[in-house]
């Protein structure tokens, strides 16, 4: 399966800035998946990203708000633009390895964002 | 869009005895149900997936079951030990025409006493 490695792991912003988070796969995937999950939630999906292609970003999440890159097969970042404390969450990155033959979804490790 | 219900947010049990957890959904029957572990601070680590036209699935001490009759999927682990203490989530998919994107469950956080 494939590794993540996902940074920052965490983060304490100010209210108003921006936080880019940084995810690298060791090997070369279609699509990326960006979740968010609140604290004692369950993970809610942001968007997705395809290489080439603009970022689908799923109902209740904006592209200037969250907005996306992925230059190629095996990197992406997400933008929590303009942070109030309401976007304190961990952010997780992951990436389908094999979904039909049995392997599930990688996930990184997250990061906790806390704005203060 | 599918609904996911996980039984109890907390399950307590004795070391060596079986968690039994439990997901239901409420829409259409998946393609695949999966489920995943989730330490505190941790991402979600993959641990089964089972197929629609798959009654039950096992991976060492792990058993998932999925009944599509009742849209409930069932999770065991057996001689349970303290290293099993942890969140599992329970994941589907999204849509009906597999666009590879996730639903995920609240969790059931089972705690494992020595």
């Known amino acids: 399966s494939a590794v993540i490695s996902q940074k920052p792991s965490r983060d304490i912003c100010q209210r108003g800035t921006s936080l880019t988070i940084q995810c690298q796969v060791d090997s070369q995937v279609t699509m990326m998946f960006w979740y968010r999950q609140q604290p004692g939630q369950s993970l809610t999906l942001i968007a997705t990203?395809?290489?080439?292609?603009?970022?689908?970003?799923e109902s209740g999440f904006v592209i200037d708000k969250f907005p996306i890159s992925r230059p190629n097969l095996t990197f992406s970042t997400l933008t929590v633009s303009n942070m109030s404390p309401e976007d304190s969450s961990i952010y997780l990155c992951?990436?389908?390895?094999?979904?039909?033959?049995?392997?599930?979804?990688?996930f990184g490790s997250g990061t906790r964002l806390t704005v203060v | 869009s599918q609904k996911i219900e996980q039984n109890s947010e907390a399950l307590n049990i004795q070391e060596g005895k079986t968690a039994t957890l439990t997901c239901n959904y409420t829409n259409y029957s998946p393609a695949y149900l999966q489920w995943y572990r989730q330490d505190p601070g941790r991402g979600p680590v993959f641990l089964l997936l089972i197929r629609e036209n798959e009654k039950e699935k096992r991976k060492e001490r792990l058993k998932v079951t999925f009944d599509t009759t009742l849209k409930q999927s069932l999770f065991h682990i057996t001689a349970s030990q303290p290293a099993d203490s942890a969140t599992y989530l329970c994941?589907?998919?999204?849509?009906?025409?597999?666009?590879?994107?996730?639903?995920f469950g609240a969790g059931t956080t089972v705690t494992v006493r020595a």
């Open positions: 992951s990436v389908e390895t094999g979904y039909t033959q049995g392997y599930g979804y990688t």
């Open positions: 994941a589907l998919d999204r849509t009906p025409t597999n666009d590879y994107k996730l639903s």
């Open positions: 990203a395809n290489q080439g292609s603009e970022a689908t970003y």
